[in-house]
């Protein structure tokens, strides 16, 4: 089964700041890689994805993520945070087995 | 399109007592997943229906947790009897494919 690996799980910033989340997951095949992101008090939605092709891909609201093979990793970043980033941040590896497997999340918060 | 819809949003039980979520996908959906997630961790799948037909419940605890998916659509998961160490958040996700999953709101769910 794959293991997902999220560093830093408390991050708290400034508005105009540059995000950055890690990401490593431990499956050395093919990989279907996500970013969901969970706004208080709303549910679990997906922010980006990775499937083949460019390695950078873009999402919602300004973020993207780069999937480097050779270090297993898939990060999140922002150039520049707003106060409404303030979110959970969860990155996913869909397994073989077509099972999704999370990390165990980055809780942001971004000060105003 | 309406979203995933699940019922109870909370429910506050004692040990020992049966407890039972209710979840409709978005209409279309073949794909209906049970998830729960502890406090600080990411989701962790409790079982997966391809329409009526439960194609993955490995991770079910099946002591005490059932599923069903009546016609294919709505589903229940039910506990019985809870335990306190069942307290999580109870997410229904639906999707068309294995590529992108639409989570619903969450049951909390407290045993004391």
């Known amino acids: 089964a794959q293991s997902v690996s999220q560093h830093n799980h408390h991050v708290i910033l400034s508005e105009a700041a540059s995000l950055e989340l890690g990401c490593n997951y431990s499956y050395g095949g093919t990989v279907n890689l996500f970013w969901y992101v969970q706004y208080p008090g709303q549910h679990l939605q997906l922010l980006l994805k990775y499937f083949s092709g460019d390695p950078l891909v873009k999402g919602i609201k300004g973020f993207e993520a780069e999937f480097i093979k050779s270090k297993f990793s898939f990060n999140l970043r922002k150039p520049s945070v707003q106060w409404s980033d303030t979110a959970e941040y969860f990155c996913?590896?869909?397994?073989?087995?077509?099972?999704?497997?999370f990390g165990k999340g980055n809780q942001v918060v971004v000060i105003p | 399109e309406a979203g995933v819809v699940q019922s109870p949003r909370y429910k506050i039980i004692e040990k020992k007592q049966p407890v039972a979520f209710w979840c409709n996908p978005i209409s279309g959906h073949n794909t209906l997943y049970w998830y729960r997630q502890n406090l600080g961790q990411g989701p962790e799948l409790l079982i997966r229906y391809e329409n009526e037909e439960a194609v993955d419940d490995s991770q079910l605890p099946k002591d005490r947790f059932s599923a069903e998916r009546l016609k294919g659509v709505d589903s229940t998961l039910k506990i019985q009897p809870a335990e306190l160490g069942d307290s999580a958040v109870y997410l229904c996700?639906?999707?068309?494919?294995?590529?992108?999953?639409?989570f619903g709101p969450g049951t909390r769910l407290t045993v004391t």
């Open positions: 996700a639906s999707s068309p494919s294995v590529y992108e999953q639409y």
């Open positions: 996913a590896v869909l397994e073989g087995n077509n099972r999704l497997a």
